[in-house]
């Protein structure tokens, strides 16, 4: 088995997760496995039509049965005060409205929320949920994108903010692409796929008094879920209590507060009792968002040596009715080569489907599929190696902002990658390479994903035992939060990672943002570097201040920190003990908190990560059948915290792109407007027989200009790209170009 | 079958543990437990006089005996309950995972008399007299299973949720024999699904198990 060695070489033994004991142990409590005494169960009763309304709901069956305690629905609701009053029945909700849950009797789409039975056993609410008897009034609904492709257009809310960076873009020479020497124009698209992280969202919604709520709640960010959840109820924020301490795996289907929460909340209420509601796999297509649809048009002009002359990438992505969600798709074509010619396009399809939402890589694991795939399709034609025609076009500076990148190692991460891939062992000719009958293809693509950085605060503790404890409310949905800020507080306090302890997840800890945009060790890892500086030097300072203390002395710059031990320089053998200054003072514990946020730097420079992915596939001659036989990526993100869990975070990007390469699609029924593919016999996600051995790199140089740190984040560029990587490799090993996701067989054979 | 309701069904339960297990009850229960699967609702007509009248839903408890991590149950439950709910809603071993509930993700993984079962297509009254494992009962007290510890070491996990299911697997995988290569291991772990993709780190976890001699 290849091992996944790392160059340059890995800077300090990594630590384990902090709280890997518990998941290995199953003590790791996730939302829905809160006790509380008196727990009552619900179950989402969900449309069955796409568009129409309630006629009827006869709920008498259900009430009646054993241990039912309450079936709400737009009927009954205790209703959500943040909601306007009801709205004429005949009007539909406006462009921009999040779904309100129970609240007239309009359905947007299939799935959507319309009743819910609370009981006091699970069982007894399952069966309780298919005695509701509903009946609908069906009006003609439009869910297929491809049959409504024609009516797409620009979104309302780009129309009104003429400074979206979605309104039409068009730089350079508007006839660079008709008079460029070489052309291409291909049309790509990605199906609608799902998140679907193995744990299901769920919610425990407690109402301690009238005015004070208690959520267990999956989600990406316990702050602005109590945001929404005080609003929605006009409850005073700290009137709201919001936790998530695991949570598994959400991958963007936690960053909203979604109808079915705001429903178990309302439930609480309606019962009086703690409420759990804990979405079936078959809800969790409809309930959480997805992947939308997308539909991009890309066209290329090169001069015959491969310098790109123009681009035009034109995007189409689905929404809802009632919603418009907006991503990155071709944003990314403006900044990734260096091309003075560039237009991009995005438009939006309003259908009747629940809205979609951000899922790793949001827009760029999109956009860049569609790009890099034109890229290796402009090599072909060219007939120049397509690594060859990425740095011949390597953007040195933003082609875009005109300023200079904060750091870019993307050169770098090529020749790593492609030394370490074997690049050079590739013939450039479709399906002239073969192992064992099997023909074997060679693809690659670049990757990257801008810079987030969002003010957060940390507060660090010392205690008089010599214990830490720092405390933030960020997330950990999987990529190891904890961990690395146990490393990066270690580091800076000079005390063991096993005497630090690291709360999140709690809402009632210092401010933090969410989990997702690759934001949390940008954002949360300065936060918590610059409260553990701070309460250093409180440390330092007061130690300092002790009679014939040795630190009275001690140039700061020289002082070293050893396992809670405090020497004056590196050569002193005499040492204070951080114990022993907090006894000293008769301090119980010394507390700083700090703030950290992006400064005017955000303006001087343009903030990246960059990357790349090197894939081999076997493909089958006959069946058409494709394995991935061997990957190797090669991340920039600036400073790596801990190489472990980012190595296995890179790892996870590479499946999910694999999955979304050969796999991934969520078919929908346009009779009913309803996804065929429901679970996970009919959505396939990568299992271990679809995954080798993936060998992860890291050029590991800090970015000194994005924070403190000097890191970036990683999880969203670890699957950006991917999907073209094994789509070019596919091309190398069949010659067949398959410009629509999934490359399942029927489109090789 | 039986047309003959099980003595302890009149009896109070209060769900205690109970230290000596009884052979015959077991049998007679089985019995009763296969009526239920065969025939539901003669089943239901014996063991509940008014049973006609009573909808579908009106399940009554049904008593049984679980060993769970070493320790006697004595439970009464409704029939419809799966093992899985059982654990999870009833004993507070949350340790056992619901990732779907169909039987296509392998996040609710026990181990019943041994043998590696899918704890959500398993009805709780249907494991009477028989002996789970969960993975709150891997570990011997403070000290890891080897499978546990190679997890930890290896990263074979991100978000947390699949890995009792995975480990449960591996667990059993080493003991079938079916990992004595990497490709083997793909093959049998592969009911095991994993979103954060820690399957690479999972198969080196398992095969330094394997070749490093330990029992699994």
Known sequence: ?749 | MTDEKPDDLTQPDDGTFFEQSDRRLFLKQSLAVAGLTLSPLSFLKTAEPDADEAPFGNAEKVSFNLSINGKKHRLSTDPRTTLLDLLREQLGLTGTKKGCDFGQCGACTVHVDGQRVLACLSFAVMQNGRKITTIEGLAKGDRLHPMQEAFIKHDGFQCGYCTPGQLMSAVSCVREGRANSEADIQEYMSGNLCRCGAYPNIVKAILDVKTGGQNA
């Open chain 1, 1 to 749: 088995m290849a091992n996944a060695h790392l160059r340059p070489a890995e800077p300090e033994p990594s630590l384990n997760r902090v709280d890997g004991r518990l998941k290995v142990t199953g003590a790791a409590t996730y939302s829905a496995e809160y006790p509380f005494d008196n727990l009552a169960h619900a179950v989402l009763i969900t449309s069955t039509i796409a568009k129409g309304r309630i006629a009827n709901i006869n709920a008498k069956p259900a009430e009646a049965a054993p241990g039912v305690l309450a079936v709400i629905s737009h009927k009954n609701t205790p209703g959500v005060p943040a909601y306007p009053p009801v709205k004429q029945p005949a009007e539909r909700a406006p462009i921009g409205t999040a779904f309100r849950v129970f609240y007239d009797e309009l359905i947007y789409f299939s799935g959507q929320p319309v009743a819910m039975v609370v009981a006091q056993t699970l069982e007894q609410a399952q069966h309780a949920a298919s005695l509701v008897e509903i009946d609908y009034q069906t009006e003609t609904h439009q869910t297929d994108f491809v049959a409504n492709r024609s009516t797409a257009a620009i979104a309302v809310n780009v129309q009104r903010n003429k400074t979206s960076p979605f309104q039409d873009y068009d730089r350079g020479d508007p006839d660079a692409l008709p008079s460029a020497e070489v052309k291409l124009e291909a049309t790509y698209t990605i199906p609608t796929q799902h998140h679907q992280p193995l744990e299901p969202h769920a919610i425990i919604a407690v109402w301690e008094a009238d005015d004070k709520l208690t959520v267990y709640d999956k989600n990406q960010g316990v702050k602005s879920a109590q945001g929404n959840l005080a609003q929605a109820f006009k409850l005073p924020r700290e009137q709201v209590k919001v936790n998530a301490q695991f949570i598994g795996g959400a991958f963007g289907s936690g960053i909203r507060v979604w109808p079915h929460t705001v429903a178990a909340v309302l439930a609480a209420k309606q019962v009086k009792r703690p409420v759990k509601l804990v979405l079936g796999r078959e809800l969790m297509f409809t309930s959480v968002g997805y992947r939308p649809f997308t539909v991009q048009k890309i066209a290329m002009g090169a001069t015959k040596t491969g310098i790109l002359t123009a681009i035009t990438h034109e995007g189409t992505g689905q929404t809802s009715a009632y919603e418009e969600h907006l991503e990155r798709t071709i944003l990314a074509t403006r900044a990734m080569y260096a091309c003075l010619n560039v237009s991009t396009r995005y438009r939006l399809l309003n259908l009747d489907v629940n809205t979609p939402t951000w899922m790793r890589g949001p827009g760029d694991a999109t956009g860049m599929f569609a790009l890099e795939s034109a890229l290796d399709e402009l090599a072909f034609a060219l007939q120049l190696d397509p690594l060859e025609l990425r740095l011949r076009n390597h953007a040195d500076a933003d082609p875009e902002r005109n300023l200079p990148w904060s750091a870019k190692s993307l050169k770098e991460c090529y020749r790593i990658g492609a030394e370490e891939f074997g690049w050079k062992n590739r013939k450039p000719e479709p399906r002239s390479m073969q192992a064992d009958g099997l023909l074997v293809g060679y693809g690659m693509a670049s990757s990257l994903y801008g810079f987030h950085r969002h003010p957060s605060k940390a507060k660090a503790v010392m205690q008089a035992d010599g214990s830490v404890v720092i405390q933030s409310a960020t997330m950990d949905i999987g990529p190891g939060t904890g961990t690395a800020m146990t490393q990066i507080a270690a580091r800076i306090l000079g005390v063991s990672p096993k005497k630090i302890r690291f709360d999140l997840g709690d809402s009632s800890l210092p401010d933090a943002p969410g989990q997702n945009g690759s934001a949390t060790i940008p954002s949360v890892g300065s936060a918590v570097h610059d409260a553990c500086k701070a309460l250093k030097n409180k440390l330092l300072i007061l130690g300092a201040s002790m009679p014939g203390s040795i630190l009275s002395s001690a140039w700061p710059d020289e002082i070293v920190i050893k396992n809670g031990r405090i020497y004056p320089n590196a050569e002193s053998r005499s040492s204070v003990l951080y114990t022993d200054i907090l006894k000293y003072h008769k301090l119980p514990q010394v507390e700083m908190t700090e703030e950290s946020k992006s400064g005017p730097e955000r303006d001087q420079y343009s903030m990246y990560s960059f990357g790349c992915h090197f894939v081999e596939v076997h493909v089958s001659p006959v069946t058409g059948e494709v394995r991935v036989k061997r990957v190797v990526t090669c991340a920039d993100v600036g400073k790596i915290i801990n190489y472990k869990t980012a190595r296995s975070q890179s790892i996870g990007g590479v499946v999910g792109g694999i999955g979304m390469a050969l796999m991934e699609e969520s078919v929908m029924d346009h009779r009913y407007g309803r996804y065929v593919t429901s679970d996970f016999a009919s959505y396939h996600i990568p299992v271990h027989a679809d995954i080798p051995q993936i060998e992860v790199f890291f050029v590991d140089q800090p970015d000194v200009h994005v924070n403190p740190i000097g890191a970036k984040g990683l999880g969203e560029i670890a699957i950006v790209g991917v999907a073209a990587a094994v789509a070019n490799a596919v091309f190398h090993a069949t010659g067949k170009r398959v410009r629509e996701l999934p490359i399942t067989v029927d489109k090789l054979v």
